[in-house]
């Protein structure tokens, strides 16, 4: 069972739809109980940071979640927004991440022609081994829908790479904590493949 | 990999997908559900539905079919129709579409694009502009599915649309819709020449050619295909496909 960690910001049917593609039981909630229970979290999130932070801090999920994650050591996956809020800090907000990753998120440089958001299907590559990137085929492809972008502080959490206009951490793992910048949930069968690594883990 | 995003734009009349030319001669092209599932196998990458007769007939997005639509789809999904609201909207977004699009709404009333975007961030909202020369060769504005003439200059509605955070520029030639014969490159010329976000170009898409040239000679950053995806030519048969997609990148550059 997956739990969907239903905090106010995005797009929870898509996810809970390509789990159920998979055949993974999954529940989106957000009762404190059922998230104290999970086995396994998906952090989802589209939005702006600072306000996703303040919905985490400010209904008594945070220290739920930091248990969850630091303590009991779950399989946490943070997509997109998700994603940049297990980081440190981001140029889009004020307010500190979840700080599980030593990481932080950035602006897209002002490039010209590249337009920002970095919005649709682009390669990612594979940087070191992980399991949630077991059996991805050669030339795999998600799709990406942000403005901010995730860097790592330490190159061994970086686990797929992808270019525009600059090099970004498309996917990140520490330990049990994970995050995807794309949507695999809106990535056809790369993300299948992904989201069942995760089921699997 | 293509950069150039290619999107099936799929026409909803109540519960079934029909194809039109210029806004007119309606033709059933089959139940959304079945024609997605095939576009799911194809792979495409992207899927736009937009429901033509619910902002006429004052109705609400089709909440079943859509949940329909999204669970069979694992690829981004964007609706358009009789979203008047943001809580339309958002029942929209829950079901698990990702994009929503407006058009007649918009003109009535643009300040919903701002609440829209504010709510849910400018990548999360096209606006679309429906555009007919008249009969002075003008382009006008119109609304409510082509029915309605409006004063609007697409060019200059295009960049109010843009200050008001649209995200994205749907931008439909009624004149070439369901034509097959190639997309309105002066009219994309124009709109891709005054504004910063990404343009989709719509009507007339009839082969990869004319995919080619509004990318290359007019600046569309996007594609809508109708026709081409669910007929098998011009004047034939329902079949969804979808353009050979080496083809497209080596058209595509």
Wanted: net charge negative; with cysteine.
């Amino acid at each position: 069972m997956i739990t969907i960690v239903d905090y106010g910001m995005g797009n929870l049917g898509s996810i809970k739809n390509m789990f159920k593609r998979i055949g993974v039981p999954s529940i989106v909630t957000d009762d404190l109980e059922t998230i104290s229970n999970a086995k396994k979290l998906v952090l989802p999130g589209v939005g702006d940071f600072d306000h996703a932070m303040k919905k985490i801090n400010g209904n008594g999920l945070r220290n739920l979640l930091d248990r969850k994650a630091l303590q009991e050591r779950i399989p946490i996956l943070g997509i997109c927004l998700g994603m940049q809020l297990l980081t440190r800090s981001s140029e889009e907000g004020q307010l500190p991440g979840l700080g599980w990753i030593k990481a932080a998120a950035s602006r897209f440089p002002k490039i010209s022609d590249l337009k920002v958001p970095h919005m649709g299907w682009n390669l990612v590559s594979p940087v070191r081994e992980s399991a949630i990137c077991n059996n991805l085929p050669d030339e795999t492809r998600f799709y990406f829908v942000h403005s901010f972008y995730v860097h790592v502080e330490n190159e061994e959490d970086s686990i797929l790479k992808a270019h525009y206009g600059i090099n970004f951490d498309a996917a990140i793992q520490h330990g049990n904590i994970f995050g995807a910048q794309f949507h695999p949930e809106k990535s056809h069968k790369f993300g299948k493949q992904f989201l069942t690594n995760f089921a699997s883990l | 990999m293509l950069r150039t995003r290619v999107i099936p734009t799929l026409l909803l009349q109540n519960e079934s997908l029909v194809k039109t030319v210029q806004f007119g001669e309606f033709t059933y092209v089959g139940d959304p559900c079945n024609t997605v599932r095939i576009f799911n196998e194809l792979e495409v990458d992207e899927l736009l539905f937009l429901d033509i007769t619910a902002t006429q007939e004052k109705k609400s997005p089709n909440l079943p079919v859509l949940t329909d639509i999204a669970s069979e789809c694992f690829m981004p999904l964007g609706y358009g129709g009789g979203i008047a609201s943001v809580d339309d909207a958002k029942a929209v977004f829950d079901i698990g579409f990702e994009k929503i699009s407006v058009n007649t709404r918009s003109i009535e009333n643009p300040d919903l694009i701002s609440k829209l975007a504010s709510h849910y961030g400018s990548q999360a909202v096209i606006a679309s502009v429906d555009v007919k020369k008249d009969i002075w060769g003008q382009y006008k504005v119109r609304s409510h599915s082509g029915h309605r003439t409006t004063k609007l200059n697409p060019v200059e509605w295009a960049k109010e649309l843009e200050s008001l955070g649209a995200g994205e520029i749907l931008l439909t030639s009624i004149n070439q819709e369901g034509s097959w014969q190639g997309f309105d490159l002066e009219l994309v010329r124009f709109v891709t020449d005054a504004v910063n976000i990404p343009v989709i170009a719509h009507g007339g898409a009839g082969s990869i050619q004319h995919i080619h040239d509004v990318v290359e000679k007019a600046g569309a950053s996007a594609v809508a295909l109708g026709s081409m995806v669910v007929f098998q030519k011009k004047d034939m048969g329902v079949l969804i496909n979808f353009p050979n997609k080496e083809k497209l990148e080596n058209t595509l550059v």
